[in-house]
T-cell receptor
Framework: NAGVMQNPRHLVRRRGQEARLRCSPM?????VYWYRQLPEEGLKFMVY????????ESGMPKERFSAEFPKEGPSILRIQQVVRGDSAAYFC????????????FGPGTRLTVL | AQSVTQPDIHITVSEGASLELRCNYS??????LFWYVQSPGQGLQLLLK??????LVQGIKGFEAEFKRSQSSFNLRKPSVHWSDAAEYFC????????????FGAGTILRVKS
């Protein structure tokens, strides 16, 4: 049973470009969380999604960031017009459902904005 | 607001010595608690978790943690540290009432000297 998969593992973008980060949850998991880890900090919650629904986006910056989890395919975290401050590691985690509280983390995508 | 405090940013212990990493939380709901370990450039690996029941929980790699509700603490311990334990350790709390999103501490970097 494959774990949570994220790609790419490393992503380099120039200021103003778009970044797309993908997360494939574990088999049988329908809930995904995205977290951001800035350099030398802990992880901060960004968004919580169910298939085709955003449940909680209270941690998402108001502009340039969006997330989706379509019926088919991976969850996508999209950052438009990236700035240097977006450089961070982005982790996703998945669970079976709202009543299942253990989250399984992917290896992360490390975004570098030049 | 929910918060997790890991008061020690860095800890250095000798190989074979005992270890205790501190974690205090402030949370408005009945929490469940986790300890994760992260090696440089890697994702998060779950060491142990507390949901309910026995307040002393055993984890992988010889780690244990004790939940003390009266002190709002969940300290991580290991009786004898190995050089391979050098990594960053994160304490996290969550609750079903908050959609299970995790709140992380800032982390403690463990260095092991031989």
């Amino acid at each position: 049973n494959a774990g949570v998969m994220q790609n790419p593992r490393h992503l380099v973008r120039r200021r103003g470009q778009e970044a797309r980060l993908r997360c494939s949850p574990m088999k049988g998991h329908s809930h995904v969380y995205w977290y951001r880890q800035l350099p030398e900090e802990g992880l901060k919650f960004m968004v919580y999604l169910q298939k085709e629904n955003i449940i909680d986006e209270s941690g998402m910056p108001k502009e340039r960031f969006s997330a989706e989890f379509p019926k088919e395919g991976p969850s996508i975290l999209r950052i438009q017009q990236v700035v240097r401050g977006d450089s961070a590691a982005y982790f996703c985690a998945s669970t079976q459902g709202a009543r299942y509280n253990e989250q399984f983390f992917g290896p992360g995508t490390r975004l570098t904005v030049l | 607001a929910q918060s997790v405090t890991q008061p020690d940013i860095h800890i250095t212990v000798s190989e074979g010595a005992s270890l205790e990493l501190r974690c205090n939380y402030s949370y408005g709901a009945t929490p469940y608690l986790f300890w994760y370990v992260q090696s440089p450039g890697q994702g998060l690996q779950l060491l142990l978790k507390y949901f309910s029941g026995d307040t002393l929980v055993q984890g992988i790699k010889g780690f244990e943690a004790e939940f003390k509700r009266s002190q709002s603490s969940f300290n991580l311990r290991k009786p004898s540290v190995h050089w391979s334990d050098a990594a960053e350790y994160f304490c996290a709390v969550g609750a079903v009432e908050y959609g299970n999103k995790l709140v992380f501490g800032a982390g403690t970097i463990l260095r092991v000297k031989s």
